[in-house]
């Protein structure tokens, strides 16, 4: 699948966004190796701190569906620009997605690429754990 595909389906995500507090709406298109694709988007609370960001929904879908093996996400925002994703949403998918492409969607459709690797550099993850515990 190519990659502007996906973020037109990151752009359409957005529009189910449930954002009544902040008023910015996020959507996320995450693609298995099988080119299967998980759809997320952010969704607000009125109590923020349980609010759920569009890459973790996208991330948490495809996991509970069993899949385990991803190659990209896209990402697209209100923003007019290229919206990066929060650390906890780098955190969670290099743990749950390794080091994938992430695409960057603006308002033309434009696309940024960059590895996860590069968004999270020194990244904490399960190998560091392992490494730690000695298993």
Not at 10 to 38: C, D, M, Q, R, W
Request: aromatic share 8%; glycine share 6%.
């Amino acid at each position: 699948m190519d990659y502007k595909t996906l973020a037109v389906k990151a752009v359409e995500a957005k529009k189910n966004a449930h954002a009544p507090y902040s008023k910015f709406h996020v959507g996320a298109a995450l693609l298995t190796e099988t080119g299967k694709i998980y759809t997320g988007v952010n969704v607000e609370t009125s109590s923020y701190g349980l609010t759920m960001c569009a890459e973790r929904t996208a991330a948490f879908k495809a996991i509970s569906e069993g899949e385990r093996k991803f190659t990209a996400l896209a990402l697209a925002s209100d923003d007019p620009d290229f919206c990066p994703p929060c650390g906890a949403c780098r955190q969670v998918l290099w743990d749950l997605c390794g080091d994938i492409d992430i695409i960057f969607v603006n308002h033309q459709l434009e696309l940024m690429i960059k590895k996860l690797s590069e968004l999270i550099p020194l990244a904490f993850g399960d190998e560091r754990l392992k490494k730690l515990t000695n298993k």
